[in-house]
Nanobody, 115 residues
Framework: QVQLVESGGGLVQPGGSLRLSCVAS????????MGWYRQAPGKQREAVAR???????NYADSVLGRFTISRDNAKNTAYLQMNSLKPEDTAVYYC?????????WGQGTQVTVSS
């Protein structure tokens, strides 16, 4: 059983920055795609950013140029650096590990962007 533990959420003013972290248990972290998703109240969960085992990243149009996903395989950790935050970025952010037939999710961390 894989556990994903997110941290780094909080309250930030518009234009501010946050860095989310996701620590994964289990072996072979380096071979799996990691992703960040978010869910705002009353909306469906959406993909924010994903990074493959080869560190190829892709982003939702809404965050392109503002967010950066990265990974440190030695620490079994994925990161999401969020800059120029907007109120519409407010959501619960979830870490995801994609193993093909199985996906694992973290418990989520709240990000609130408000003045």
């Amino acid at each position: 059983q894989v556990q994903l533990v997110e941290s780094g959420g909080g309250l930030v003013q518009p234009g501010g920055s946050l860095r989310l972290s996701c620590v994964a248990s289990g072996k072979l972290f380096s071979i799996y795609t990691m992703g960040w998703y978010r869910q705002a109240p009353g909306k469906q969960r959406e993909a924010v950013a994903r990074i493959t085992h080869r560190a190829q990243a892709n982003y939702a149009d809404s965050v392109l140029g503002r967010f950066t996903i990265s990974r440190d395989n030695a620490k079994n950790t994925a990161y999401l650096q969020m800059n120029s935050l907007k109120p519409e970025d407010t959501a619960v952010y979830y870490c995801n590990q994609d193993r093909g037939a199985i996906e694992y999710w973290g418990q989520g961390t709240q990000v609130t962007v408000s003045s």
